[in-house]
């Protein structure tokens, strides 16, 4: 999996491309997440179009990086879900907890009104 990084004003873009599947892609994502918390950075849009499949793992990890985030007193929203991840957060009832948008911009433009 291949992590990309953009800033857009005070919000951190990742773009994710692959699978998120445990091992070694949910480490680099936490890690991720925890050097954006060293920076100085609270809002967080993970972009989840190129993500083709998760399991149990990627989904702790993302309950992971917004909890961090969330602890650090930021927030972190997901964009550009699939069919097949959405259909896992509503399985899972994680769409309660995540607030997701169907574009990275509105995803961005949701913290303006916070």
């Keep these: 999996m291949a992590i990309k990084e953009k800033i857009e004003g005070d919000v951190a873009v990742l773009t994710l491309k692959g699978n998120l599947m445990g091992?070694?892609?949910?480490?680099?994502?936490?890690?991720?997440?925890?050097?954006?918390?060293?920076?100085?950075?609270?809002?967080?849009?993970?972009?989840?179009?190129?993500?083709?499949?998760?399991?149990?793992?990627?989904?702790?990890?993302?309950?992971?990086?917004?909890?961090?985030?969330?602890?650090?007193?930021?927030?972190?929203?997901l964009a550009n879900v699939t069919k097949k991840v959405q259909s896992l957060l509503m399985i899972t009832q994680l769409m309660n907890i995540f607030e997701t948008f169907e574009t990275v911009d509105r995803a961005v433009a949701s913290y303006k009104n916070e």
């Design 23 to 77: 091992g070694p892609e949910t480490q680099d994502l936490r890690e991720h997440i925890y050097s954006l918390i060293g920076d100085g950075i609270k809002k967080v849009v993970i972009d989840l179009g190129k993500v083709k499949w998760m399991n149990s793992v990627g989904l702790g990890a993302l309950m992971a990086a917004l909890t961090s985030m969330r602890n650090k007193g930021g927030n972190l929203k």
